[in-house]
């Protein structure tokens, strides 16, 4: 059986804020192909666990790697680039802003790419559902509508191989589904619930 191939790993990996310790030597990996659920209670570290996968921040002992390469190397390496391509000795704000201010929001992202910085696009709604990536992990799905017809929704996020999740309907109108929880599940007749609509005990959009 092929090894598989490791995409993120975080070895051994401590962090703490102010006085609190948030993570307290964890280690993981993704593999190529797989998707990791991180699960547990608010103020756990879900979030500060996926902020080092993606270099947002750097541990204070450990290690992250990405396909191998240390983030905390790579992101020096491409400081250092940085620096080289803008003929300075240290970094400062107003320096990447006079750099991007002119560029549009790829050619800044390639740029600091070919750099050799792990960047990536913030990208509007509209681009997000056309980008090839989320579309490769068929993460929107068109679905119908009662009033607007074909719409385009965001589709269970979660990817299981044995039992996949899907969207298969739109979000219900305001009150849509009254009349038939009152009668199916707590058996009003119709007359009973044509009462309550009158009276404004309970309202309902007219598909």
């Known amino acids: 059986m092929a090894e598989k191939e490791v995409i993120i790993e975080l070895k051994d ?7 609190r310790q948030i993570l307290s030597g964890v280690s993981l990996q993704v593999y190529k192909g797989e998707t ?20 947002a921040v750097k541990p204070d002992s450990g290690s992250v790697y990405m396909r191998g ?3 905390s190397d790579l ?5 250092d680039a940085l620096r080289k391509k803008l003929d300075v000795e240290e970094l400062e ?7 991007v201010g002119d560029m549009t929001r790829d050619e800044a992202v390639n740029f ?31 679905i119908e ?4 017809g074909k719409i385009k929704v965001i589709n269970f996020p979660v990817k299981f191989s044995e039992t996949p999740g899907e969207v298969h309907s739109a979000a219900p109108l305001l009150g849509q589904h009254n009349r038939e929880i009152l009668k199916n599940i707590l058996d009003y007749v119709d007359d009973e619930i044509d009462l309550l609509e009158k ?6 959009e007219r598909i």
């Open 36 to 55: 990791l659920v991180i699960m547990g209670g608010s103020g756990c570290g879900k979030s500060t666990v996926l902020r080092h996968m993606t270099g």
């Open 93 to 99: 704000k107003e320096d990447i802003v006079k750099l």
């Open 145 to 148: 509508h009662p009033r607007l």
């Open 112 to 142: 600091f790419v070919e750099v050799g910085l792990p960047v990536g696009p913030v990208l509007y709604a509209s681009d997000a559902t056309k980008d090839p990536h989320i579309n490769a992990r068929n993460m929107f799905t068109d």
């Open 199 to 204: 009276e404004g005990a309970i309202t309902s």
């Open 13 to 19: 990996v401590y962090k703490k804020f102010g006085t």
């Open 69 to 71: 390469q240390n983030l």
């Open 75 to 79: 992101d020096e390496d491409g400081l």
